[in-house]
């Protein structure tokens, strides 16, 4: 059945942006998150969410001659993209997206896909060439500027295509079960630890437990 969100195409085959990231950094993860819609707070992800309700208001401004829009909605008919962008400034007609992150620069830069497909979806929507955007970390308070090369720009694009098998696929990818797993919030759902048959016998006998057992 045809998207009322993104004429062109199924909902099935739609990509968040934010999956990128996810995707980039665990593709387990992403699968948790976006397929099967597993969400849980910790420390990490409630100081994220607080930090992105400082720009997750539509809205737009004007600062030294740049027009600045906050929580922009963007999307991409060619690649199947829907999201939203934190903030987008305008140098002129030239968009520069910027990804609000609560925490430091990280050493693996999982951040720069999901940047980059704003860029993407931002071209098409503007016709304008989108070459660099930025991520600011609000616990340094600096930005790390990301240049949109061709590298990137087809790591985006296999990226999508693999989220979006695996959006079609009722498997999950395996876990990682290394240093990504600290401070991740879906620890207890991912469970990295055990195998993928334990974690289905423990997740299906938590599903039909009686009512008042513990």
Same mark, same amino acid.
């Given at each position: 059945?045809?998207?009322?969100? =993104?004429?062109?195409?199924?909902?099935?085959?739609?990509?968040?942006?934010?999956?990128?990231?996810?995707?980039?950094?665990?593709?387990?993860?992403?699968?948790?998150?976006? #397929?099967?819609?597993?969400?849980?707070?910790?420390?990490?992800?409630?100081?994220?969410?607080? #930090?992105? /309700?400082?720009?997750? #208001?539509?809205?737009?401004?004007?600062?030294?001659?740049?027009?600045?829009?906050?929580?922009?909605?963007?999307?991409? !008919?060619?690649?199947?993209?829907?999201? $939203?962008?934190?903030?987008?400034?305008?140098?002129?007609?030239?968009?520069?997206?910027?990804?609000?992150?609560?925490?430091?620069?990280?050493?693996?830069?999982?951040?720069?896909?999901?940047?980059?497909?704003?860029?993407?979806?931002?071209?098409?929507?503007?016709?304008?060439?989108?070459?660099?955007?930025?991520?600011?970390?609000?616990?340094?308070?600096?930005?790390?500027?990301?240049?949109?090369?061709?590298?990137?720009?087809?790591? #985006?694009?296999?990226?999508?295509?693999?989220?979006?098998?695996?959006?079609?696929? /009722?498997? =999950?990818?395996?876990?990682?079960?290394?240093?990504?797993?600290?401070? %991740?919030?879906?620890?207890?759902? %991912?469970?990295?630890?055990?195998?993928?048959?334990?974690? !289905?016998?423990?997740?299906?006998?938590?599903?039909? $437990?009686?009512?008042?057992?513990?």
């Amino acid at each position: 059945m045809e998207s009322t969100i =993104l004429p062109g195409w199924d909902d099935r085959d739609i990509v968040m942006v934010s999956a990128l990231e996810h995707y980039a950094y665990c593709p387990r993860q992403c699968a948790l998150i976006h #397929v099967e819609q597993t969400f849980t707070e910790n420390m990490y992800t409630l100081k994220g969410r607080f #930090v992105h /309700n400082l720009v997750d #208001v539509e809205g737009m401004e004007m600062e030294g001659g740049v027009r600045i829009e906050r929580a922009l909605p963007i999307w991409s !008919l060619r690649l199947g993209l829907i999201g $939203k962008a934190d903030v987008v400034e305008f140098h002129g007609n030239v968009p520069y997206p910027v990804e609000y992150k609560h925490g430091p620069r990280r050493k693996h830069r999982h951040d720069d896909l999901q940047i980059c497909a704003q860029a993407m979806c931002l071209e098409e929507m503007t016709g304008k060439q989108v070459p660099r955007g930025a991520i600011y970390h609000h616990l340094s308070h600096r930005r790390r500027e990301v240049t949109f090369d061709s590298h990137l720009r087809e790591q #985006v694009e296999a990226a999508i295509i693999q989220i979006r098998m695996m959006q079609h696929s /009722n498997i =999950l990818p395996p876990p990682a079960a290394d240093e990504r797993c600290r401070g %991740c919030s879906l620890q207890d759902s %991912c469970l990295p630890e055990i195998k993928e048959k334990g974690r !289905l016998r423990m997740l299906l006998r938590e599903l039909f $437990k009686p009512e008042g057992d513990t």
